[in-house]
């Protein structure tokens, strides 16, 4: 016992040491480099525009998924985190729901429905869909704005990014970005 | 399906390439060489055994060196626990949070110290700035270097002989965390920042979405920083809630890549420091070959599972499970996140395991089931690792009658039973919490999915708390006052038993002499030898945890077959 009672001072007195080091020192030295360098990422990515009539605007985290519900709009995925199993009849319930209010908007289009457009994220927000998710919504986004489907697809093509190198994830479309261009925003 | 293969063949190419010169840089740090970093950090590391009162050759025998180990995890205990319950008074809280309840703060304080990091909190509705930077930064660092600290312990006692004492550990603490941690946690920083990770002290962003004008929050804080020591520290307690599934602690497939990279590059970097540091570099090479093995076994079982095995949804077309991913990693990268996040015992999820499917979440159970020691936590995963090693050579020299040596020392009856008490605690403890867990008055109503899943969830509970991992199926409620007093002590229990064995076991080998090795000693660098062992560990993993996994994994994939 007092073998262990007489390590309790260096003990304290390291953990305050690292207290000042791994916490403040590299915390708040992480905080400056970074500011610098990466000022638009250390914040948010936030999508600042300016306006016609100058002011500036902001329209939320370019990383952060928002509700689009209009068919006007790209649609992304639902905004839930579900934690359901895969395979179970609430998710199954779930998915036939969103399955059946994707097809409402578009009655026309019978191509069956991308996956990740009718589940739901780990994070609930989302931001990207995948490449043939924004493909099934081309026509339907088109028909609303009077646009042709070449110029939809030329606005999602602008805000999809492919996997890096060519192998490495998956390819993605911003759907905030996609939705902010085609209102003649961005 | 070939993309993702080329991205796993790649990720694991890459670890290793990366691995060796890390290793072989690790073993420099542990023998208090001059390396490269010297001269920058040879000032503070004096600076600080100066401030501390402690001399770097100041060698501690066994006892000594436990207890200190014991106190500084003590104390650190004590400053995270009362940070986190008046953090409501305390400044760098711009969300005005409230000091977090008390069940909640000594489950999250145990989660920490214990290098476990499970999340019974959600970062952003939770915890201040404050609490994250000074609290769980610093223990993210610090737990870490207590891992490999002990690692060190018990390399010592192989290469040691006739010693009572088995190194300093404030100097092995401050070595690890200057020379090793912190130098790689600013790179990785630097690399996930640029991909639009978060690092500033400003409080939560608000605008207005673009449809309909409603507000918006953007989640913000120092997260990028934490975020690099919890991947590398095999932590893995996420700044947000989601964890590394949440787009501002991991936006791009680049810091996908580069956060799954740093959870087992420390890991797998520790066997080469091994070979080296044992003056034979096979048996190094030895053990990463069973670990590599056992990791791609499962990495295909979880790929297959997440790619083959989805349900089919009607009108949907079938191109895997992609409930709980994110779409820019996909079936691939979340698979191969998730087969290493459990084989490390990090514990960080970049999609939600709860809705993997059966086969697919059982493996990612089994992973941390085999006691955490496919690459491990830092430090404890090869220190784990070599007590199976040594329980192998003990049953190998059983069966040809010889006396069992490992690395020219021989392994007597007090080895054996501290091997046992590192083997043993893990699936014990998990076992114990489970059941305990399912008697619990109320038990039903935590759980999120219905059924043999719902099972499955309570045993991926405590199958993390009592191996260290901290990943959940987290569907479950587990902010309750019983998960979190049980789960506590578990993950404490868990956490210390295997080091004080380890240190105990060091401190023995360190007394004996180191026999020549002759024709009839065993050869534990061949491949002989690696097939024995991972016949050893998945007999061990097996036997504990076949019928727990035909209750909730297995019978969750028959059911719904």
């Given at each position: 016992m007092r073998v262990f009672l007489k390590q309790l001072r260096p003990a304290a007195l390291i953990l305050l040491v690292m207290i000042v080091i791994c916490g403040v020192i590299y915390t708040g030295v992480m905080t400056g480099v970074v500011s610098l360098i990466f000022p638009q990422q250390a914040k948010g990515s936030i999508i600042t525009i300016t306006l016609k009539d100058g002011t500036k605007k902001d329209f939320g985290s370019e990383l952060i998924a928002q509700k689009f519900t209009e068919p006007k709009y790209l649609i992304?995925?639902?905004?839930?985190?579900?934690?359901?199993?895969?395979?179970?009849?609430?998710?199954?319930?779930?998915?036939?729901?969103?399955?059946?209010?994707?097809?409402?908007?578009?009655?026309g289009n019978t191509a069956p429905i991308p996956a990740d457009l009718v589940t739901a994220s780990g994070s609930g927000v989302d931001p990207s869909i995948s490449p043939a998710a924004a493909d099934w919504q081309v026509a339907r986004i088109a028909r609303e704005r009077g646009l042709s489907e070449a110029a939809v697809r030329a606005t999602i093509k602008r805000y999809t990014t492919g996997r890096l190198a060519g192998f490495i994830g998956e390819p993605a479309v911003n759907v905030l970005k996609v939705n902010l261009a085609l209102d003649g925003l961005l | 399906m070939s993309t993702v293969i080329f991205q796993d063949i790649f990720f694991l190419a890459l670890l290793i390439a990366l691995a060796i010169p890390l290793g072989l840089y690790i073993h420099q740090v542990m023998d208090?060489?001059?390396?490269?970093?010297?001269?920058?950090?040879?000032?503070?590391?004096?600076?600080?055994?100066?401030?501390?009162?402690?001399?770097?050759?100041?060698?501690?025998?066994?006892?000594?060196?436990?207890?200190?180990?014991?106190?500084?995890?003590?104390?650190?205990?004590?400053?995270?626990?009362?940070?986190?319950?008046?953090?409501?008074?305390?400044?760098?809280?711009?969300?005005?949070?409230?000091?977090?309840?008390?069940?909640?703060?000594?489950?999250?304080?145990?989660?920490?110290?214990?290098?476990?990091?499970?999340?019974?909190?959600?970062?952003?509705?939770?915890?201040?700035?404050?609490?994250?930077?000074?609290?769980?930064?610093?223990?993210?660092?610090?737990?870490?270097?207590?891992?490999?600290?002990?690692?060190?312990?018990?390399?010592?006692?192989?290469?040691?002989?006739?010693?009572?004492?088995?190194?300093?550990?404030?100097?092995?603490?401050?070595?690890?965390?200057?020379?090793?941690?912190?130098?790689?946690?600013?790179?990785?920083?630097?690399?996930?920042?640029?991909?639009?990770?978060?690092?500033?002290?400003?409080?939560?962003?608000?605008?207005?979405?673009?449809?309909?004008?409603?507000?918006?929050?953007?989640?913000?804080?120092?997260?990028?920083?934490?975020?690099?020591?919890?991947?590398?520290?095999?932590?893995?307690?996420?700044?947000?809630?989601?964890?590394?599934?949440?787009?501002?602690?991991?936006?791009?497939?680049?810091?996908?890549?580069?956060?799954?990279?740093?959870?087992?590059?420390?890991?797998?970097?520790?066997?080469?420091?091994?070979?080296?540091?044992?003056?034979?570099?096979?048996?190094?090479?030895?053990?990463?070959?069973?670990?590599?093995?056992?990791?791609?076994?499962?990495?295909?079982?979880?790929?297959?599972?997440?790619?083959?095995?989805?349900?089919?949804?009607?009108?949907?077309?079938?191109?895997?499970?992609?409930?709980?991913?994110?779409?820019?990693?996909?079936?691939?990268?979340?698979?191969?996140?998730?087969?290493?996040?459990?084989?490390?015992?990090?514990?960080?999820?970049?999609?939600?395991?709860?809705?993997?499917?059966?086969?697919?979440?059982?493996?990612?159970?089994?992973?941390?089931?085999?006691?955490?020691?496919?690459?491990?936590?830092?430090?404890?995963?090869?220190?784990?690792?070599?007590?199976?090693?040594?329980?192998?050579?003990?049953?190998?020299?059983?069966?040809?009658?010889?006396?069992?040596?490992?690395?020219?020392?021989?392994?007597?009856?007090?080895?054996?039973?501290?091997?046992?008490?590192?083997?043993?605690?893990?699936?014990l403890l998990t076992l114990i919490g489970t059941a305990a867990a399912t008697l619990a008055p109320g038990a039903a109503s935590w759980l999120n999915n219905t059924g043999a899943h719902g099972f499955s969830e309570l045993l991926y509970a405590f199958t993390s708390m009592a191996n260290n991992n901290g990943s959940a199926f987290a569907g479950m409620h587990t902010n309750t006052a019983f998960t979190n007093l049980t789960g506590g002590v578990i993950m404490l229990l868990v956490r210390f038993i295997p080091i004080v064995a380890t240190i105990f076991l060091a401190g023995n080998l360190s007394k004996k002499k180191i026999v020549a090795s002759s024709e009839g000693t065993l050869s534990t660098s061949n491949l002989t030898f690696a097939g024995l062992l991972i016949a050893i560990i998945l007999i061990i993993g097996a036997l504990s945890f076949l019928p727990s996994l035909s209750l909730g994994p297995i019978a969750d994939f028959f059911t719904r077959l």
């Open positions: 992304g995925r639902p905004m839930t985190v579900s934690n359901l199993g895969p395979a179970s009849d609430a998710q199954k319930k779930l998915v036939a729901e969103r399955v059946q209010w994707l097809r409402s908007l578009d009655p | 208090g060489q001059k390396t490269f970093m010297t001269p920058v950090l040879a000032p503070v590391e004096r600076l600080i055994y100066r401030v501390i009162g402690a001399r770097p050759d100041d060698e501690m025998k066994p006892k000594r060196y436990a207890f200190a180990v014991l106190a500084f995890s003590l104390v650190g205990f004590l400053f995270l626990f009362v940070l986190l319950l008046i953090q409501g008074i305390l400044p760098l809280n711009p969300q005005h949070l409230r000091g977090v309840n008390w069940h909640l703060a000594f489950n999250t304080t145990a989660s920490f110290i214990s290098n476990t990091n499970w999340q019974a909190y959600a970062g952003e509705t939770t915890l201040s700035y404050l609490s994250q930077s000074l609290g769980l930064t610093v223990q993210n660092f610090v737990s870490a270097a207590v891992g490999i600290s002990v690692l060190f312990v018990l390399i010592r006692g192989f290469i040691r002989h006739e010693k009572e004492t088995v190194g300093n550990f404030w100097a092995d603490l401050t070595r690890v965390t200057l020379y090793v941690l912190i130098p790689l946690a600013v790179i990785v920083t630097v690399l996930i920042a640029s991909q639009g990770v978060v690092q500033t002290l400003a409080p939560a962003h608000t605008s207005t979405t673009l449809q309909s004008a409603s507000t918006v929050t953007t989640h913000l804080g120092p997260a990028a920083s934490q975020v690099a020591i919890k991947q590398l520290g095999t932590n893995g307690g996420g700044f947000f809630g989601a964890n590394s599934a949440f787009p501002l602690e991991n936006p791009t497939a680049f810091s996908n890549f580069i956060e799954m990279f740093s959870l087992l590059i420390i890991p797998a970097a520790l066997c080469f420091t091994f070979g080296k540091a044992v003056k034979d570099a096979k048996q190094g090479h030895t053990l990463i070959t069973v670990m590599v093995v056992l990791f791609v076994a499962a990495l295909a079982i979880i790929t297959i599972s997440e790619h083959s095995l989805a349900p089919h949804y009607a009108g949907v077309i079938a191109s895997g499970n992609m409930e709980g991913k994110e779409v820019v990693n996909g079936v691939g990268a979340s698979s191969l996140w998730g087969a290493s996040t459990t084989a490390a015992s990090n514990g960080a999820v970049n999609a939600t395991p709860d809705s993997f499917t059966a086969l697919g979440g059982m493996m990612m159970m089994f992973l941390m089931q085999l006691g955490e020691i496919v690459f491990g936590g830092v430090g404890s995963g090869l220190y784990g690792m070599i007590a199976f090693v040594m329980l192998t050579v003990f049953i190998a020299g059983l069966m040809v009658g010889r006396t069992p040596e490992y690395l020219g020392k021989k392994i007597g009856p007090f080895d054996m039973k501290m091997v046992c008490a590192m083997i043993l605690a893990p699936p």
